[in-house]
């Protein structure tokens, strides 16, 4: 296995040159990184042209990260394949790449032209949780028992606390009756176009 030199223009390049030569006459739009402080997180991604996304790394800890993507795309997308994942144009681990379609561009800017919509206007802040996702929720058949993984409290709306629930279990049931009871205790209103927002957001 084999990870990029560093995040530079020319180093990704040279990459896509070697795994997908017939895209690097497209445009390249490299993402801002964040992490960078952190070897773990030394990965990135690029657009090319308007219709592919390529994510690389340039450390072993994060390349080792994208390579386990690049396998789990590929069994979930060998027959029977799973609905709805994206389509991959190339992979490699020498260099490590992996390129992916845009699929459903239209659609997708729309979701997000609407959640833009939803969210223009401030809402009253409380105290959230920040990362009140099912990996910090511990249940005992249908009753929470614990929350854990306090360290990004704080303040914001009481819908960004929901914008996991969504894809926690199948079908909305779980936010729906997590709204219904809070509204109950709290006294406030909930908006689920507010919830759905900030769930596109977390998750796009």
Known sequence: MRWLAD???????????????ELVEHQIVIRESLG?????????????????????????????????EIGVLAA???????????EIVASSTDP???????????????????????LASPRPTVLVHADLHGGNQVWNDDELRVVVDFETAGAAEPE????????????????QA????YQQISG???????IMA?????TR
């Open 160 to 175: 960004y606390d929901l914008r996991t629930f969504p894809g926690t279990g199948p079908g909305v049931e779980l936010m």
């Open 188 to 194: 406030r209103h909930l908006s689920a176009d507010r």
């Open 7 to 21: 995040c530079s223009p020319g180093a990704f390049t040279e990459a896509l040159q070697a795994v997908a030569p």
């Open 96 to 118: 490590v790449l992996l390129v992916t379609r845009r699929d459903q561009v239209e659609t997708v800017m729309r979701w997000c032209d609407w959640a833009d919509d939803v």
């Open 36 to 68: 960078e402080e952190d070897p773990t997180w030394w990965a990135a991604s690029a657009v090319i042209g308007e219709r592919f996304v390529a994510k690389f790394a340039w450390s072993q800890p994060a390349a080792l990260r994208v390579a386990h």
């Open 178 to 181: 997590t709204v219904q009871h």
């Open 198 to 202: 900030w769930h596109l957001r977390t």
């Open 76 to 86: 979930l997308l060998s027959n029977p394949a799973v609905p709805f994942l994206p």
